[in-house]
């Protein structure tokens, strides 16, 4: 039998990720084959109530599930009754309208957007539909998340909306809400003060216009912070990092020892004598590497092109990618990478408003004078202050290459914290651009303490579900679950939801866990070759060295964390009271 499984607008971007893995798995148990599409399907599944946007389900046999508790408890039995309770669904007031009226029921799209674009993008979504489904109101959430746009809105749902929703908290293109009444605002308000983020939205939202004149009118109110640029640029370095520390552990992994030849100099009689010998050594793939070195020279150009972007938009990516390449050459890193990124960008942004051409030369302004001068500048201002900024990012390595055991403890134990401190907050992500951006000058022993570090939270709070389950409610020990699978997928923000409703206790404890990890991690001397991918990241072999030790890191802060947090939680109804 052939089934299709399908997410409702409700079922949450995690959950009801999570709710379908778990159906597939299921599936495959009863020898059940999961399709693509409801066209080939005999019985759709839906998980999660609220509207299905497929309109391809009409007339064809489905079973909804609402209660996402259930699914997680038993998906074997959901895929049993589907077969023989599923009933013909017809075109209704489930199936998402496409245009106007609104019967008194307000309507609101939003779009999300985060650095990573992995947790919070998807876990503020979640919120904002979750809230709306309190409110009795039409809603829908386009997520500009790391695969791409995902729940795409369409001219029509965006035409009828009563107000727009903008959670980001990087740069993204907005020009379709063009002349909609839109509220911005980040991730982290929309996910743990979504009530109040809904209620400023109808009051503060203003009418967004992309022309020039209305963007210099309300720049005061819409210009985004010097933070907001950083994060921007990272989120485009990101993908880049990943692929290149992978690619050359990969590289590594599958090198040998054999016999090279090498050429040393001797001395013979008291005379230096070039000679060939034999040196056994580790021979990498060298095509490999030689990939892995490439996107890993691009990190600091997409850093510095893209944080200028950010600031001035199309017209600054080009000084800061050129700006970025000569930081690159010269070997100031990422230091330098981020300082020209910003000067590019300011620089373009100044000449756009401030820079006065004749008439007849107006039209190339954009095209010629500002890309030549811009780049002209950016280039020359690399090339003469990127020996200092260099001499800076020389003495950080050899300064980090020369710690001893002690001095690389405490080290440990500061970023372990701080990933633990906001869970995808500055704080968090500030130590987090310091991990990776030590990955390409082979400073990979940092990045092995804030990986651990900031899994330790989402990992902390599973245990504690477990261990004291019953302080916890059925949708705490569900969010569970899912919480100790973000953590092994190094997402840390899977504890945020608990974090949320009981800041004062969970908090402390995270940060205790992931500065004791931090701290052993690198006790142990680990190394981690890429900045994301978790546990799964020990599939490729030499990723992360020592091993043993890096897992015996994790385990005992996430342990800790957990076995405290359980101890003092109140019981749910005391709990909730108290936050």
């Not at 009444?181 to 967004?208: C, H, I, N, S, W």
């Not at 990618?321 to 300082?339: C, D, R």
């Not at 030549?372 to 990012?393: D, F």
């Not at 970023?415 to 390409?440: E, H, Q």
């Amino acid at each position: 039998m052939n089934i299709y499984i399908i997410e409702g607008s409700h079922a949450g971007p995690v959950n009801g990720r999570l709710a379908k893995a778990e159906l597939a798995l299921a599936a495959n148990a009863l020898n059940l084959n999961v399709v693509d599409s409801a066209g080939s399907a005999d019985v759709i599944v839906a998980v999660g109530s609220g509207t299905i946007s497929d309109k391809s389900v009409v007339g064809k046999k489905v079973y909804v599930v609402e209660d996402l508790n259930q699914l997680f408890a038993n998906p074997k039995q959901i895929l049993t009754d589907a077969q023989s309770k599923a009933s013909v669904y017809e075109q209704s007031a489930k199936v998402a309208p496409t245009s106007t009226p609104n019967n008194g029921i307000k309507r609101i799209v939003a779009v999300t957007a985060c650095p990573t674009g992995v947790a919070h993008t998807f876990m503020a979504a979640e919120a904002i539909e979750e809230e709306a489904k309190k409110r009795g109101w039409w809603c829908k959430v386009e997520t500009r998340g790391s695969v791409g746009v995902g729940n795409e809105l369409t001219p029509e749902e965006i035409a009828s909306a009563d107000v727009v929703i903008a959670a980001c908290d990087i740069d993204v293109d907005l020009s379709k809400f063009t002349g909609k009444k839109l509220y911005r605002t980040k991730t982290g308000p929309a996910l743990k003060k979504t009530a109040q983020e809904f209620d400023k939205a109808f009051e503060e939202a203003t009418v967004y216009q992309t022309s020039v004149n209305a963007s210099v009118a309300k720049s005061n109110k819409e210009k985004k912070g010097f933070y907001q640029h950083l994060l921007t640029g990272i989120s485009y370095m990101l993908p880049m990092v990943v692929a290149g520390g992978l690619i050359i552990a990969l590289s590594f992994a599958l090198g040998e020892f054999k016999d090279v030849l090498k050429t040393v100099k001797v001395l013979e009689n008291g005379v230096e004598v070039v000679k060939e010998v034999l040196v056994n050594e580790l021979v990498g793939e060298p095509h490999l590497k030689q990939i892995g070195d490439i996107a890993f020279s691009l990190m600091i150009p997409l850093l510095a092109g893209y944080i200028s972007s950010s600031i001035a938009d199309r017209p600054g990516l080009v000084p800061g990618l050129v700006g970025g390449m000569i930081a690159e050459s010269t070997k100031a890193g990422f230091l330098g990478g981020i300082f020209i990124g910003y000067f590019a960008g300011y620089l373009v942004l100044l000449m756009t408003r401030y820079l006065r051409l004749p008439k007849s030369m107006e039209a190339l302004k954009p095209i010629l004078v500002i890309p030549l001068l811009a780049t002209l500048i950016a280039g020359l201002t690399m090339e003469y202050t990127g020996i200092p900024i260099a001499w800076l990012m020389n003495a950080l390595n050899v300064w980090l290459k020369s710690m001893n055991t002690a001095n690389a403890v405490i080290l440990g134990v500061i970023l372990g914290g701080m990933m633990c401190a906001d869970m995808g907050g500055p704080i968090n992500k500030a130590a987090y651009v310091f991990g990776t951006s030590l990955i390409p000058t082979h400073v990979y022993e940092p990045m092995a303490a804030i990986m651990a570090g900031g899994m330790v939270p989402p990992l902390a709070m599973g245990i504690a579900t477990l261990i004291a389950r019953k302080k916890f409610a059925k949708t705490e020990q569900e969010s569970g679950k899912a919480s100790l699978v973000l953590g092994l997928c190094f997402i840390s923000e899977g504890a945020i939801p608990f974090a949320a409703r009981d800041p004062l206790r969970v908090i402390p404890c995270c940060i205790i866990g992931g500065a004791i990890t931090g701290g052993m991690a690198l006790a142990f001397g680990s190394q981690l070759m890429t900045p994301h991918g978790g546990l799964f990241a020990l599939a490729i072999p030499g990723v992360v060295k020592p091993v043993v030790g890096y897992l015996l890191s994790i385990v005992a802060g996430s342990v800790i964390a957990g076995v405290a947090y359980s101890f003092i939680k109140k019981p749910e109804s005391e709990s909730t009271t108290v936050a």
